[in-house]
């Protein structure tokens, strides 16, 4: 599957170049992400439905309101995944009251490195979460699906090895500029988990995009 998909890929870039497009998306500066959303309503959820809990955590990241992501925050805490394959050793991990405080600290933390490159990413937490999580306004995805493995790219994806059992739902954009074939891609991912009370926290959040 991984050589097929590579294949798939140097075709497409060879299609391209002979079109006169460019060949490959833009992935390693900072994308312009939607502007926050202003509304004011307050954000609720029947914390004991998985729809309604994703929902208002992607009400949340579209107004940075953290104060209320946090509550939605599992009490061990979420992870920060900027590409597929969770990182043990370089995500970083965030408290529910860390989260609160999410958008009035500044400094500058590495949150693991770019693909491709190896460069280290090294942002603040408002940088990160416009780099690496609200890209796009993914409440207006296309395509959401709920504990399905997608194949979009080539780095291995790891989540149920780390997470076992692990409730997934994908926020997928399958690509925005037609001279990319497809290769501009962007995905969110919620990890969330049902407790003994039967609600619904959130265990961390992985951001997909095309590597080279």
């Not at 693909?115 to 993914?138: C, F, K, L, Q």
């Amino acid at each position: 599957m991984k050589h097929s998909r590579l294949a798939t890929i140097s075709l497409s870039l060879l299609t391209l170049a002979a079109c006169g497009g460019s060949a490959e998306p833009t992935t390693t500066d900072a994308t312009t992400p939607p502007p926050v959303d202003a509304s004011t309503e307050p954000i609720t959820a029947d914390r004991t439905n998985r729809d309604a809990v994703a929902g208002a955590i992607l009400e949340s990241l579209a107004r940075q309101d953290w104060q209320t992501l946090s509550t939605f925050v599992a009490p061990t805490g979420m992870r920060f995944t900027p590409y597929t394959h969770v990182d043990l050793e370089n995500d970083l991990t965030f408290s529910p009251d860390d989260i609160a405080g999410f958008g009035s600290d500044t400094t500058q933390k590495t949150w693991g490195t770019t693909e491709g490159s190896g460069e280290p990413i090294v942002m603040t937490n408002i940088e990160y979460a416009a780099r690496y999580v609200w890209d796009h306004d993914y409440r207006t995805a296309p395509d959401v699906y709920w504990n399905q493995q997608q194949t979009h790219g080539s780095i291995i994806d790891n989540v149920q090895d780390v997470f076992p059992g692990i409730t997934t739902v994908e926020y997928h954009f399958p690509g925005f500029d037609d001279q990319y074939g497809g290769m501009d891609w962007r995905s969110l991912r919620l990890l969330l988990a049902q407790g003994d009370d039967g609600t619904w926290s959130l265990h961390g959040i992985i951001h997909d995009e095309w590597t080279p």
